[in-house]
């Protein structure tokens, strides 16, 4: 483990690297040069050859990977696409679920007078499923710790899937009831775990990487 340009850096191979994105970080470039900071010019800086290969929410941490040429940049952008990409969030959320665990699938779209919000649309929604699990409740605080499972990788996805079901994500300016923003100074997910496939134009050997929540 690594730290460069703040960024902590959990893997390096001749193919691949993985990184830790803190929360508030940009994963790729925004619009200005307000907005030019971000993971992707950080580990450039060190490795100009590096390449996006998926990118995480502003507000959310944990792990991102980037190939090191194009190549593979290739295979691991059809990995994501055929779902051979295994990623595992955790998240607080408002409320106690009853149940102990679920599948929320509902087709997502983008709101386009509100964007970059996303909603919920089911005559032209694209099919979006994410799988959650109860880790602990907090009944005092009146709030859960979830793992999450996206099998669909839409925008916002896990945060709008959340709060349609009644249990927004703790700091959430977007899709959280303004209460449950206030109640954390961060969005309160993690990108906590990215196994990856291998294939025979891209990684030699599969690859699983695991990051602690910071919360």
């Not at 925004?30 to 060190?46: K, T, Y």
């Not at 799988?131 to 709008?160: F, K, M, N």
Request: charged fraction near 20%; aromatic fraction near 4%; charge should be neutral.
């Amino acid at each position: 483990m690594t730290t460069v340009n703040d960024v902590t850096l959990l893997h390096q191979d001749a193919q691949l690297l993985v990184a830790d994105k803190p929360a508030g970080l940009l994963s790729v470039p925004g619009r200005g040069p307000a907005n030019a900071d971000c993971l992707a010019s950080r580990v450039q800086a060190r490795w100009p050859e590096a390449l996006v290969v998926h990118r995480l929410d502003m507000g959310t941490s944990g792990l991102m990977a980037f190939a090191r040429s194009p190549d593979v940049q290739r295979a691991l952008h059809r990995a994501f696409a055929e779902r051979l990409v295994h990623k595992r969030y955790e998240a607080v959320v408002a409320g106690l679920p009853q149940a102990d665990g679920g599948q929320i699938d509902l087709p997502l779209i983008v709101d386009w007078p509100n964007r970059p919000r996303q909603m919920v649309c089911h005559a032209r929604g694209k099919p979006s499923q994410t799988l959650w699990q109860v880790l602990s409740r907090d009944e005092a605080a009146g709030t859960s710790r979830l793992s999450l499972t996206p099998i669909t990788g839409r925008s916002h996805q896990l945060r709008v899937h959340l709060a349609a079901i009644g249990h927004a994500i703790l700091g959430d300016e977007l899709y959280a009831p303004p209460a449950w923003h206030a109640a954390a100074p961060r969005l309160l997910l993690h990108a906590c775990d990215l196994a990856l496939p291998a294939q025979p134009d891209g990684l030699p050997a599969p690859l699983a990487f695991h990051s602690p929540p910071p919360f």
